[in-house]
């Protein structure tokens, strides 16, 4: 009897913690909440860059905002990032008047190219994504800006063509897309990831030599520009 009785409560405790456990961390909710805003401004700025009658932006940073949320975070609460992202695209695109077939059918090739580019990523470094060696940003350059747009660019320029949006043959929406995000998730998620995993006890451990490298190379592209 006492060990069925111990039985008993411990199966009711495993009941409480099941049934007032948050279904979702507050970190993933924070996390949330940023790809969300981060994702509707995104859009925006690719509306912007976006030339009529061309149904493709130049310049795309939602899917690279998204990817850069996914490296950041653990696979587990991926479902609930891009969920989040959803209400944030489907205003934005509905806002700049996009047909809701097309919305979603852009929804699932912004999403395939940042779990691809994402998920290939954290499988190949097996751990944190940084910056920090060659390697790593081998494994980025090519899961992340090569594979993921070059894969999902097929699905996009496909939706386009079947949905009748915009003017351009298929190859031409194909490589619009394809050179567009790829240039984007080279330049922004690097940013984004970087600033985020950056702590200011970090500056301590930079050499001298390295900040007067970073000072010249600054200088240098201050002059290009």
């Known amino acids: 009897m006492p060990h069925q009785a111990s039985d008993s409560f411990w199966q009711s405790r495993r009941l409480e913690q099941a049934v007032f456990t948050p ?3 507050a970190g993933a909710i924070r996390a949330a909440l940023l790809v969300f805003v981060g994702y509707y401004l995104g ?11 061309h149904p493709i932006s130049v310049f795309w940073p939602p899917n690279s905002i998204l990817l850069a949320a996914l490296l950041l975070t653990p696979p587990r ?9 959803f209400p944030a695209h489907l205003i934005a695109e509905l806002q700049s008047q996009v047909p809701p077939s097309m919305v979603v059918c852009w929804f699932v090739s912004n999403c395939s190219e940042a779990i691809i580019g994402a998920g290939l990523t954290r499988y190949l470094l097996r751990g944190p994504v940084r910056f920090d060696t060659l390697r790593s940003v081998a494994v980025f350059c090519m899961c992340a800006a090569f594979l993921g747009p070059f894969v999902s660019s097929f699905v996009d320029a496909g939706f386009v063509a079947l949905n009748g949006w915009g003017e351009g043959s298929y190859w031409q929406n194909w490589r619009t897309r394809f050179f567009s995000n790829a240039l984007t998730a080279l330049t922004l998620t690097p940013a984004i990831v970087t600033w985020c995993n950056f702590r ?12 007067l490298e970073g000072s010249i190379l600054f200088q240098i592209g201050r002059a290009h520009v």
């Open 43 to 53: 859009a925006h700025v690719g509306f912007a860059l976006t030339f009529q009658p």
């Open 200 to 211: 200011p006890t970090q500056w301590k451990r930079i050499s001298s030599s390295r900040a």
């Open 23 to 25: 279904v979702v961390e």
């Open 77 to 85: 609460i991926w479902w609930f990032l891009l969920f989040a992202a």
